[in-house]
């Protein structure tokens, strides 16, 4: 395990520091249980941090809320990778690309590093102002590494791809620019979603 724990900080490191050297050496190699080991503890990280800071920030602790942390969050963090893995599927059909799956979830499952991250922000996220700054940060970085993944990773055509790009980011300004944000709001964190009511 510990081998493991050294080979994926390493892969954090490439992606952050050179994503498309990084996606580039993705193949399909027939081990797609290290893909759902990666994605299940990054999303029991994310949840044991959230659990953290609720006990920090003085909440109390439910037998309810330490289930969601150690088993419904891991496990919908396996489920997300296979849905964004049909996406990323899709994306990449009408992009020209790779049609492999496993490619998909495993250059999906590369990045899922961002999970705990994502869960932590939403949580720190204290009024309206925070919430709008740390989910624009998030959305827009997540839109980045999909863009490297369906170029370097599933190799779609460039143009196609950020023609498909566009149309998310245009998708994703409608939403922050219309009440449907509150919804999106909602999903992050809802003390801080509820403030942009008042």
């Known amino acids: ?18 994503p498309k050297r990084f ?19 990054y999303g029991l990280l994310g949840g044991g941090l959230v659990l953290l800071l609720r006990l920090v920030g003085g909440a109390t602790i439910t037998i309810g809320a330490v289930f969601t942390a150690i088993i419904v969050i891991p496990v919908l963090a396996v489920a997300l990778l296979f849905v964004l893995g049909g996406l990323l599927m899709l994306m990449s059909e009408i992009t020209g690309g790779e049609r ?16 705990p991250v994502i869960l932590v922000l939403n949580a720190l996220a204290f009024n309206c102002t925070s919430l709008w700054v740390i989910s624009l940060l998030v959305d827009g970085y997540i839109l980045f590494l999909f863009y490297n993944i369906s170029v370097y990773c599933m190799r779609g055509k460039r143009q ?26 909602m999903l992050k964190n809802t003390s801080a979603a509820l403030a942009c009511l008042l």
């Open 23 to 41: 996606f580039t050496k993705i193949v399909a190699d027939g081990n797609l249980e290290e893909s759902m080991l990666r994605a299940f503890m």
């Open 160 to 185: 196609n791809v950020l023609i498909v790009m566009a149309i998310l980011v245009l998708f994703m300004a409608t939403v922050y620019a219309t009440d449907y944000r509150i919804g999106w709001f």
């Open 1 to 18: 395990m510990k081998h493991k724990i050294k080979k994926w900080a390493s892969s954090i490191v490439s992606i952050l520091t050179q």
């Open 100 to 115: 492999d799956w496993e490619i998909a979830i495993k250059g999906l499952a590369s990045v899922f590093f961002i999970y």
